[in-house]
């Protein structure tokens, strides 16, 4: 029995392609999420064979959602770690290694910290790093509880 192909997102859960920082700058975050996947690839190639063009697709519309939920708790001081936490559940039950979303997740920091400018971009990218940290530190998240 093959497993069927990884087909790429679809209209259900559109990415958001945009979010404002509290400076009132508009980041582009598909070109943002387009620049992790694309140091992604490079240092996980075997991505390619693995998930093809759709997994790329797939890696940029996530990226998509990380970035947005990094620019809300710089916004608004929340906490993105339920966001987080839901993605890596999902990504897991999939079989896909965590270990690889908290390094996505470093080089998400490091685009951040790369492309945008001033103390806003710092604390995205600060966002970012807690974030791979906390999925490093959780281990599972099959067993997270989700709290609406």
């Not at 392609?17 to 690839?41: E, F, M, N, P, Q």
């Not at 897991?92 to 492309?115: K, T, V, Y």
Request: aromatic residues 8%; contains cysteine.
């Amino acid at each position: 029995m093959s497993a069927r192909p990884l087909l790429p997102p679809s209209g259900g859960d559109a990415a958001p392609v945009s979010a404002v920082l509290a400076d009132g700058r508009a980041l582009d975050l598909v070109v943002l999420a387009t620049a992790i996947c694309h140091r992604y690839r490079e240092e996980f190639p075997d991505e390619e064979q693995r998930y093809g063009e759709a997994g790329n697709a797939w890696c940029v519309h996530d990226n998509q959602h990380l970035l947005n939920w990094a620019v809300g708790a710089v916004n608004d001081g929340s906490d993105m770690k339920d966001d987080v936490a839901w993605l890596a559940s999902v990504l897991e039950s999939r079989g896909f290694p965590i270990e690889r979303l908290a390094r996505n997740l470093d080089l998400a920091g490091d685009i951040a910290g790369d492309r945008v400018a001033g103390p806003e971009g710092d604390r995205v990218s600060g966002v970012l790093r807690d974030a791979a940290e906390f999925v490093r530190s959780y281990g599972s998240f099959r067993d997270w509880v989700f709290v609406p």
